[in-house]
């Protein structure tokens, strides 16, 4: 399985995206993360991308929000806990299984 992990520099969630990716990575042999830098504005409309962390499987968005406008913004994410910068690794992992 492919996962696309969309961000830009200047939000520090991917990170932690990153980090928990690299744990389903682990856990789902077969799987590779890549990651694609949006450097601006012009990228981040050309991938339609709606905030850093994005995550997607055959190009597709683990987390849809349609409202979300295209920019280089930083996505929130509703958890179990309340709103975070990225999904839970559980959130992951459920997303993931059901692409």
């Not at 830009?8 to 042999?29: H, M, S, T, Y």
């Not at 990228?43 to 339609?48: K, L, P, Q, S």
Request: with cysteine.
């Amino acid at each position: 399985m492919d996962i696309a992990l969309q961000y830009f520099d200047g939000c520090p969630n991917w990170k932690i995206a990153a980090e928990r990716l690299a744990v389903i990575a682990v856990e789902r042999p077969g799987t590779v993360v890549t990651r694609r830098l949006v450097e601006n504005l012009e990228d981040a409309e050309a991938i339609n991308f709606r905030g850093s962390p994005s995550i997607l499987v055959g190009g597709t968005d683990l987390f849809p929000d349609p409202a979300a406008p295209v920019g280089m913004a930083c996505r929130i994410y509703t958890t179990p806990t309340g709103l975070a910068g990225a999904p839970t690794l559980e959130q992951l992992r459920d997303a993931i299984t059901t692409a």
